[in-house]
C-alpha cells in the first residue's frame, strides 16, 4: 500500500485526560484476538490511544465495532499481501496523521502510523521478523535504520516523540528467559540488539527498563506451545521508547501478562 499523509481535518489539540494511557500490543491477528473478548477489555480498560500491531485484515474485512470502534478516531495500516502484518491506531482525540515512511518496499507491508499532536508524536510500529532461516534479517536491520533516520529528523524539527510497537528484538539477556540457547535466532542477534542500542545512544529511553534495570522475568511473549506461558518463558519484543524531551513525563509503565488473546500482552505507558 503507497504511504499517504492524513489529517482528521481539525487542528491537532494535546489530550486532556491526566494521566493518558496508551497501550501497544501486537494481537496477532485482529479479528482472532477478538474471538477471545478483546472488544470487552478495549471497553473496560478504556486506553486514551491504542497501537495496535499484526492485525493481519484491512478494515473492509472487520465488523462493523472493529472497523469503527465507538469513542475512537481509527487510522489503518494494511500490509497489501493478505492476511499480513498490519498496524491499527485508535485515539480518542484528533490529530496530524501520516501513514507509511515513504519508503514502498515498507510501506507495502504496513508497518507504521505517525500520529502529532501538539505536546507530543506517537509512532506505532510492527518492525520485521528476521525469520527463521535470517532471511529477512537485513530487511529488518534496514527498517531500524529508515525509521530512526526519520525519527532523527522529527527530533531536530523539535518533536517529542513515543516510539512503541513489536520490536521483534530483545534487547539483553535479561529480557528473554533463555538468552543462550537463542543466541543465533532472530530476535537476539548481535546485529539486531545493536540496533536497539543505537537508538538508545541517540536519545531514545527505554522507560521500562529504567524503572525494573535488573528485574528478571518481565516478558511480553511467549510461545504457543503447551505450558510456555504458564512457566513463563518468554521474551520482551514490545517496547516504549520515548525521547529525552519527553522521558519527565513518564509516570509509570508496565506489562499486563494476565490478558489473554494472544501470543503477546499489552503494555501501557502513562504519560502527564
Not at 105 to 130: C, Q
Not at 257 to 271: A, F, T
Request: proline content about 7%; charged content about 25%.
Amino acid at each position: 500500500m503507497p504511504s499517504s499523509l492524513l489529517s482528521w481535518g481539525l487542528s491537532p489539540r494535546p489530550l486532556e485526560r491526566n494521566p493518558v494511557k496508551l497501550v501497544t500490543w501486537n494481537v496477532n491477528g485482529l479479528r482472532a484476538c477478538d474471538q477471545k473478548g478483546f472488544s470487552d477489555w478495549v471497553q473496560a480498560f478504556n486506553p486514551d490511544i491504542l497501537c495496535l500491531q499484526e492485525i493481519k485484515a484491512e478494515p473492509a474485512q472487520l465488523v462493523e465495532a472493529l472497523r469503527e470502534p465507538e469513542g475512537y478516531l481509527p487510522t489503518w495500516h494494511a500490509a497489501e499481501k493478505k492476511g499480513y502484518s498490519g498496524v491499527t491506531t485508535w485515539t480518542k482525540r484528533p490529530a496530524t496523521v501520516q501513514v507509511g515512511l515513504g519508503i514502498p518496499e515498507f510501506d507495502r507491508e504496513g508497518r507504521v502510523i505517525f500520529h502529532a499532536y501538539d505536546d507530543f508524536t506517537l509512532v506505532n510500529v510492527y518492525f520485521p521478523n528476521g525469520q527463521r532461516d535470517l532471511g529477512r534479517v537485513p530487511f529488518k536491520l534496514a527498517f531500524y535504520e529508515a525509521l530512526l533516520q526519520r525519527m532523527q529528523e522529527r527530533r531536530a524539527a523539535g518533536e517529542h516523540l513515543i516510539v512503541c510497537g513489536d520490536w521483534n528484538t530483545s534487547h539483553q539477556p535479561i529480557d528473554l528467559a533463555n538468552p543462550g540457547p537463542n543466541s543465533k535466532c532472530t530476535g537476539f542477534l548481535p546485529e539486531e540488539r545493536a540496533e536497539i542500542d543505537r537508538w538508545l545512544a541517540s536519545g531514545f529511553r527505554d522507560v521500562f527498563r529504567d524503572r525494573h534495570p535488573s528485574e528478571k522475568g518481565h516478558y511480553t511473549w511467549w510461545s504457543y506451545r503447551p505450558g510456555v506461558r504458564g512457566k513463563n518463558i518468554g521474551w520482551r519484543l514490545d517496547y516504549f521508547l520515548v525521547s529525552e524531551s519527553i522521558a519527565d513525563r513518564v509516570k509509570d509503565v508496565y506489562h499486563l501478562p494476565q490478558v489473554m488473546g494472544s501470543d503477546h500482552c499489552p503494555v501501557v505507558l502513562e504519560l502527564a
